[in-house]
Nanobody, 126 residues
Framework: QVQLVESGGGFVQAGGSLRLSCAAS????????MGWFRQAPGKEREFVAG????????YYTDSVKGRFTISRDNAKNTVYLEMNSLKPEDTAVYYC???????????????????WGQGTQVTVSS
């Protein structure tokens, strides 16, 4: 199982930007589909964005389309989430997750992902 460590969270005003990173170790990173999920207080964990093993396929939840961009650097074993035009409703703990498999299909259900990071807090003030 790959180990994942997120970084880059923080406090930002509405309209601002943050870039999250997720560094992977202990596995062959290029064989994994990667996803970003988030969980706000009192809410269930939800899918935010995903990218397939080669980076050629991405998928976003509707609420972040046009504002967030997921990317990966397989040479650095890292996946990124660029977040722009942040809104207070984006406030949550953001988690990186990995699902083994070289496919173009990006799963949105958390149960498909076998490895998770510890999460990084993103707080957006109004």
């Amino acid at each position: 199982q790959v180990q994942l460590v997120e970084s880059g969270g923080g406090f930002v005003q509405a309209g601002g930007s943050l870039r999250l990173s997720c560094a992977a170790s202990g596995g062959t990173f290029s064989t994994y589909t990667m996803g970003w999920f988030r969980q706000a207080p009192g809410k269930e964990r939800e899918f935010v964005a995903g990218i397939n093993w080669g980076g050629g396929s991405t998928y976003y939840t509707d609420s972040v389309k046009g504002r967030f961009t997921i990317s990966r650097d397989n040479a650095k074993n890292t996946v990124y989430l660029e977040m722009n035009s942040l809104k207070p409703e984006d406030t949550a703990v953001y988690y990186c997750a990995a699902k083994m498999g070289r496919t173009t299909i990006i799963e949105v259900l958390s149960s498909f992902y076998g490895s998770w990071g510890q999460g990084t807090q993103v707080t957006v003030s109004s």
